[in-house]
């Protein structure tokens, strides 16, 4: 029976999340978990902060980050660096010109919920009172959490469909061979990140990897939270067939009210220490 669990899917305040890097951390100290993967959205300025404080916890931290990509008709399809340097020039300045465009989208995203706001006669938001909320980058769960603070909505899910679905700014994606050759260039391996939410046509996830393989693709993310045990064991399969590794992770972000725990996600799903094994073995093949 597996005892040794790790969590290679976890936000911080550098994104969306609601916990500092170190505070997650501490809580994957508390889950009793003996390696994590800090994975924000677009960002790897949490890295090092969870890279020192993995060293006073004793947890293994490695070097991830989740990037937002596009291929033919899937918009928003994430996908997983892992093991790559963090320093790299390449990818900072990259990451850095991605992060400008998404604080101008979230400034505009506020000034918009702003302008709903005025129409129903209702006081505005404080930017600066966001950003504080946020404790770092500025996401759209902050701007919701704001909302409920005041208390226009009275959850998450009502604060998006409310005001964050009708205020939307469309995002900005890396073509998904472009955010491979991002990760693979300093040094990491690429993962598609939960693909319950890129498509649940089984023909067309198959048709998709198979042609992800093509660019460079190195696993799948089997163990996430819209997968189901018979899920799992599907794309642990689909994996294999395709000489992939196997990952997974609770994608924590830390909201008020959610089943998600660091170390647990939704129906309790848990990851086994044997998928960071395998990235250690990917990213042992790269470099020989």
């Given at each position: 029976m597996e005892t040794n669990y790790v969590d290679l899917h976890l936000h911080s305040t550098c994104s969306d999340g609601y916990y500092s890097p170190k505070e997650v951390?501490?809580?994957?100290?508390?889950?009793?978990?003996?390696?994590?993967?800090?994975?924000?959205?677009?960002?790897?300025?949490?890295?090092?902060?969870?890279?020192?404080?993995?060293?006073?916890?004793?947890?293994?931290?490695?070097?991830?980050?989740?990037?937002?990509?596009?291929?033919?008709?899937?918009?928003?399809?994430?996908?997983?660096?892992?093991?790559?340097?963090?320093?790299?020039?390449?990818?900072?300045?990259?990451?850095?010109?991605?992060?400008?465009?998404?604080?101008?989208?979230?400034?505009?995203?506020?000034?918009?919920?702003?302008?709903?706001?005025i129409e129903e006669k209702r006081q505005p938001l404080d930017p600066d009172a966001v950003r504080k909320l946020a404790g770092g980058t500025v996401g759209?769960?902050?701007?919701?959490?704001?909302?409920?603070?005041?208390?226009?909505?009275?959850?998450?899910?009502?604060?998006?469909?409310?005001?964050?679905?009708?205020?939307?700014?469309p995002k900005r994606y890396f073509p998904a061979d472009e955010a491979m050759k991002l990760i693979h260039s300093s040094g990491g391996i690429v993962v598609l990140a939960h693909p319950p939410y890129v498509t649940r046509d089984r023909r067309?996830?198959?048709?998709?990897?198979?042609?992800?393989?093509?660019?460079?693709?190195?696993?799948?993310e089997a163990y996430n939270n819209g997968s189901g045990l018979e899920d799992t064991d599907w794309l642990i399969k689909l994996a294999r067939q395709h000489g992939l590794v196997v990952t997974g992770g609770s994608d924590f972000h830390g909201d008020s009210g959610s089943m998600i725990e660091v170390g647990r996600g939704v129906r309790g799903i848990r990851v086994p220490y044997h998928c960071i094994e395998e990235i250690r073995a990917a990213l042992k093949a790269l470099k020989s």
């Open positions: 951390v501490g809580l994957a100290k508390k889950a009793g978990l003996l390696a994590i993967a800090l994975a924000d959205h677009d960002n790897i300025d949490g890295i090092s902060a969870a890279k020192e404080a993995g060293k006073e916890a004793g947890i293994e931290v490695i070097a991830a980050v989740e990037l937002s990509s596009q291929w033919r008709e899937y918009t928003d399809m994430h996908l997983l660096g892992y093991g790559f340097d963090f320093q790299d020039p390449y990818l900072v300045r990259a990451l850095n010109e991605f992060q400008r465009f998404r604080a101008m989208r979230n400034r505009q995203i506020v000034e918009r919920v702003n302008l709903k706001l759209r769960p902050h701007i919701a959490l704001a909302l409920r603070q005041a208390g226009y909505v009275k959850s998450n899910d009502q604060a998006f469909e409310r005001y964050l679905v009708p205020c939307n700014v067309k996830l198959e048709a998709l990897v198979a042609e992800l393989v093509r660019l460079g693709l190195n696993g799948i």
